[in-house]
């Protein structure tokens, strides 16, 4: 059984900074491309941040310079390092694993980040 858990998420002010995990089983982790999602209220799930299974990062332009995504096969673990948080941060993030050649793609159950004063 595949299961992908999220997470690190809270509350945080404007300019503060939070760490989410998403700690995968039932996959070979480190043959998955991995990504994270947000989905915020009224809005379309969007990609915020993509770590191929070769370590190559590509971010969505709002978070770049703030956010960094890492995983750690080892540990079939995947973050996302984010910093100077902003309220249009506000949202619903998703894990996301994908094997692309065998059209496979695996969705956490999301973890809430609110950015508010």
């Known amino acids: 059984q595949v299961q992908l858990v999220e997470s690190g998420g809270g509350l945080v002010q404007p300019g503060g900074s939070l760490r989410l995990s998403c700690a995968a089983s039932g996959i070979t982790f480190s043959m998955y491309n991995m990504a994270w999602y947000r989905q915020a209220p009224g809005k379309q799930r969007e990609l915020v941040a993509a770590?191929?299974?070769?370590?190559?990062?590509n971010y969505a332009d709002s978070v770049k310079g703030r956010f960094t995504i890492s995983r750690d096969n080892a540990e079939n673990t995947v973050y996302l390092q984010m910093n100077s948080l902003k309220p249009e941060d506000t949202a619903v993030y998703y894990c996301n694993a994908d094997f692309r050649e065998l059209h496979l793609q695996y969705w956490g159950q999301g973890t809430q980040v609110t950015v508010s004063s």
């Open positions: 770590i191929t299974r070769g370590t190559n990062t």
